[in-house]
C-alpha cells in the first residue's frame, strides 16, 4: 500500500505554522508598561490645569452664591425698613426726615448682622452710589401729591447695595478677578382706601379773618381732629413784630393747642386767624399754616398712626392803605 502525504487546504496552515505564528501575536501587546508610563506622565501634566479647573469652578460657584445672599440680606432689610419707623408723635417729624433715617440705620443693621454676607463681600455691603441703603417713594393712587393732599396710595422701599466679591477661595484671593453682585430688594406696603383730606389756601384783607377751608372727598367715619398753628413767613405776627401797630395777624402757636373738628358724618370745617389792619402800605403777605389731622379712618399716601401733617399758605392783600396813583 501507498502511504498518501495529506495536502493542506488553501487558506490554512501547519500546525507547526501557527506555532511559530502565535507568540508573534502576544509579542505585539508586550509594551504595556511603555505605555503606562506615558499615561502617568500625562496626568502629572494635566493635575495643575485640573486643579485651576476646580478652583475655577468653586470661584463661579461661591460667586454665584454671594449674589444670592445679597438679594436674600436686602429682602430681610426691605421688610425691617418698611415696618419700622412710623411711631413718631404728631408733628415730631413733618416731613418724614427722622423716619427715613431710621429706615436707613435699621436697614444697615440688618445688613451688617449677616456674617456670610460680610465674608463674602470683601469691603462688606456698601451703597450702590445713592445717598444710602434704602431709597422711599410714595405713591398716591388719586394722583393727589403729598405736599397738598392726602390720597390713599402705597408707599415703596427699596434698599440696594454693591457687593464686592472674589469668590471666597480663602487660600487664594486674588488669584481670580472679583465680581461686584448687586443686593435688590423692594417692599410695598399699599393702604386701604379712605376719607381724603385738603386744606386749601386763604386769602383776605388786612382787617378780616383769614378761613382755612378743610374738607374730607367723602364722609369720615369717626371725627377727625385737626390742630393747627401759624408760622411767619412775610407777614409778621404777635410773635415777632417790635411794636403793637406792626402787626398783620395774631399768631398761633402751637403750643395753644388750638383744634377744628369734622365731625362723623361731615365732610367740612373752618379754621380762622384774625388779622391786622397796619395802615402801611406793605403789599400783599404770607403766613403759613400748619396743620395735623388725626383720625383712624384718615389715610395718606405716607401716614403715620398718630396723624397727617402738612403745610398749607395764607394771603393777606394790603390795597386800602396805598395811595391811589394820579391819573394821567
Given amino acids: 500500500m501507498h502511504s498518501t502525504t495529506p495536502v493542506p487546504r488553501p487558506g490554512t496552515a501547519p500546525a507547526d505554522r501557527r506555532a511559530v505564528e502565535q507568540p508573534q501575536t502576544r509579542r505585539s501587546s508586550r509594551p504595556f508598561d511603555e505605555s503606562g508610563a506615558t499615561s502617568s506622565l ?12 476646580v478652583l475655577f469652578v468653586l470661584w463661579a460657584g461661591n460667586s454665584a452664591r454671594a449674589g444670592l445672599v445679597a438679594d436674600l440680606a436686602a429682602e430681610e432689610a426691605a421688610v425691617a425698613a418698611a415696618l419700622c419707623c412710623d411711631d ?6 413733618p416731613d418724614g426726615s427722622a423716619a427715613a433715617l431710621r429706615r436707613e440705620y435699621m436697614a444697615e443693621a440688618v445688613l451688617g448682622s449677616r456674617p456670610r454676607l460680610n465674608d463674602l463681600c470683601l469691603a462688606g455691603p456698601q451703597p450702590d452710589g445713592s445717598a444710602g441703603f434704602v431709597t422711599e417713594t410714595g405713591l398716591s393712587f388719586a394722583g393727589a ?18 457687593c464686592e466679591t472674589d469668590g471666597a477661595v480663602a487660600p487664594l484671593r486674588g488669584l481670580f478677578p472679583t465680581l461686584t453682585m448687586h443686593g435688590r430688594a423692594t417692599e410695598v406696603t399699599v393702604f386701604a382706601d379712605g376719607p381724603q383730606l ?8 388786612e382787617g378780616d379773618e383769614l378761613a382755612f377751608v378743610a374738607a374730607l372727598n367723602e364722609p369720615a367715619a369717626d371725627s377727625i381732629v385737626l390742630a393747627y398753628s401759624t408760622q411767619d413767613r412775610t407777614a409778621t405776627s404777635t410773635t415777632a413784630a417790635p411794636m403793637p401797630g406792626e402787626l398783620d395777624f395774631d399768631a398761633v402757636p402751637e403750643s395753644l393747642g388750638l383744634t377744628a373738628t369734622i365731625p362723623a358724618g361731615d365732610i367740612a370745617t373752618q379754621m380762622l ?9 406793605e403789599g400783599d403777605e404770607t403766613l403759613a399754616l400748619i396743620v395735623t389731622a388725626t383720625g383712624s379712618t384718615l389715610t395718606a399716601a405716607s401716614p403715620s398712626p398718630h396723624g397727617v ?14 395811595p391811589t396813583p394820579p391819573s394821567p
Avoid: K, M, W, Y
Fill in 273 to 281: 386767624v384774625a388779622t391786622h389792619d397796619d395802615n402801611v402800605c
Fill in 88 to 93: 413718631a408723635a404728631p408733628g415730631a417729624d
Fill in 145 to 162: 401729591p403729598a405736599a397738598t393732599g392726602f390720597a390713599h396710595g402705597a408707599r415703596v422701599i427699596e434698599v440696594h447695595f454693591d
Fill in 198 to 205: 385738603a386744606v386749601t389756601p386763604a386769602t383776605a384783607s
Fill in 309 to 322: 401733617r402738612f403745610t398749607t399758605t395764607a394771603t393777606i392783600t394790603d390795597q386800602a392803605d396805598c
Fill in 42 to 53: 500625562e496626568l502629572l501634566a494635566l493635575t495643575p490645569l485640573l486643579a485651576l479647573l
